[in-house]
């Protein structure tokens, strides 16, 4: 099949490299020209385990294509998958305007009866808008789709090729076919491919989405809570996770959500709903809650220092969202960095992968070391904010030799409390009692 993919971002790419992997020609359109010469290259603008070799061997093989002429993709293309960013708006509720606009340039360049769906995460709604943008402009056959996208930063590559369902709103048995036949590949180990009405599907990734930052806050704030009372948060979650109607996935405790979707698409679903007059208020609280969460790692530090951390040196683990991606979108570790930074206190981080990213949000307030002992090296304290591998079993004598004071506080749950003990550490977790060498 001949696609065309507008928005080579995060989702865009690797739709685009996974439906070229099953034999479609695919034009991965962006207006981003410097993304698109990297592309070119091979040069990849994002990490994302597993995607390079897949853009290497299809571009090798012509199938897969990267063009800044979003207009001529679209002609040259049968169905064509808007991909673009839907970022919050100033009162929280998506902003439509990219996926406007590439609406519009679809309706402009309409030159044979196409397919069009909508891959970015759009409110209820959306399709209707897109498809009356396109109308404006032809009287060309085309029929508009929801096939919202649910695969995570980090695991993306596997997440498309071995989804545990796929979502496509239809309401025309000619995109019902055509999806059939495009996701037949992915879906032939019996997961589900899964029709329904355009507004429910667009509805389902939000109510995904909403569910699983439910989750994460419900279980920071009874993580909060386990600190309070003396309880260990990782024995209740596995107590409670073994219970098949709860299930272990998303229990994990943590400096807070975020990156590009949840902490957006939270939002705008509150304020769907309250233009509607239904007050979603579980999700407000989760909202609340998860703010207050990305404060937790810096609250804990300053507890440490009494409060005074004007001229001392905070090395940090982790500035990406979540392991295995660079992006920085509201990391929690931007909200730790900007307040230690204000207290006075000077940083020195480490990432695997996203230190470029997070010079662009933080410049060069910030001392980026390239090897994660070097962040220890003098500093005052280790706050681990990313649950990278290389940071699961790490040189303890080597951190200790490096802080000034051997304090760890740590916002994933990486290490033993009684054994960080021993190793005469004072170890800061989340949910666990508070673990201090003894003297
Ligand atoms: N990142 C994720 O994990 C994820 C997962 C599922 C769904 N989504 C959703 O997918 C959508 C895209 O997310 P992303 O993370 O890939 O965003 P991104 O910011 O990484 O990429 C968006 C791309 O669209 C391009 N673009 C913007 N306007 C354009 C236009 N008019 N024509 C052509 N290109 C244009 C930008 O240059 C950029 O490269 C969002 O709605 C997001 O909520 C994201």
């Known amino acids: ?113 196409k397919v069009v769906a909508t891959k970015s995460t759009v409110p209820v709604g959306t399709a209707e808008l897109v498809r009356a943008e396109i109308a404006k402009y032809t009287k060309t056959t085309f029929h508009v789709c929801s096939n919202p996208e649910f695969l995570k930063e980090g695991a993306a590559v596997d997440d498309f090729m071995k989804p545990d369902r796929v979502i496509v709103g239809v309401d025309h048995p000619e995109s019902r076919r055509v999806f059939e036949e495009l996701y037949g590949p992915f879906v032939r180990t019996g997961n589900p491919l899964i029709f329904m009405d355009i507004p429910s599907a667009e509805m389902t990734k939000y109510a995904a989405n909403a569910m699983l930052a439910t989750r994460i806050t419900f279980m920071n704030q009874v993580a909060q809570l386990c600190e309070a009372v003396g309880a260990d948060v990782q024995l209740v979650r596995k107590g409670i996770g073994s219970d098949h109607r709860i299930g272990s996935a998303f229990l994990f405790p943590g400096p807070g959500y975020g990156g590009s979707c949840f902490p957006k698409d939270v ?52 500035l990406a969202f979540k392991a295995e991606t660079d992006d920085v979108r509201e990391s929690p570790a931007l909200v730790l960095i900007e307040a230690l930074l204000a207290d006075g206190a000077a940083v020195r981080a480490h990432d695997p992968a996203a230190i470029e990213t997070a010079r662009h949000v933080l410049g060069d307030r910030v001392t980026y070391v390239p090897k994660a002992y070097d962040a220890v090296a003098g500093a005052d304290a280790l706050v681990i904010v990313t649950e990278w591998r290389e940071y699961r079993n790490p040189d303890f004598a080597r951190i200790k030799q490096g802080l000034k004071r051997p304090l760890i506080v740590d916002g994933r749950n990486l290490y033993e409390p009684a054994r960080l003990a021993e190793l005469g550490f004072t170890y800061d977790c989340i949910g666990r009692p508070l673990a201090c060498a003894s003297s």
């Open 1 to 113: 099949m001949k696609l065309c993919v507008v928005g080579t971002g995060y989702v865009g790419l690797v739709v685009g490299a996974c439906f070229a992997e099953t034999g479609n020609d695919v034009l991965c359109a962006d207006v981003d020209s410097g993304k698109i010469a990297s592309l070119k290259e091979n040069r990849l603008p994002i990490y994302e385990p597993g995607l390079e070799p897949l853009v290497v061997r299809n571009q090798r093989e012509g199938r897969l294509r990267f063009t800044t002429e979003v207009a001529a993709a679209i002609e040259a293309s049968d169905v064509v998958f808007i991909a673009v960013g839907t970022p919050p708006d100033e009162d929280g509720s998506a902003d439509l305007q990219h996926v406007v606009t590439v609406a519009r340039t679809i309706g402009q360049h309409m030159n044979s009866p």
């Open 267 to 318: 939002k705008a679903l509150v304020r769907t709903a309250d233009g509607k007059d239904v007050s979603l208020d579980v999700l407000k609280a989760v909202e609340a809650g998860n703010e207050r969460q990305k404060r937790v790692l810096y609250e804990k530090v300053r507890r440490h220092f009494d409060g005074k951390l004007s001229g001392r040196t905070i090395g940090v683990w982790g």
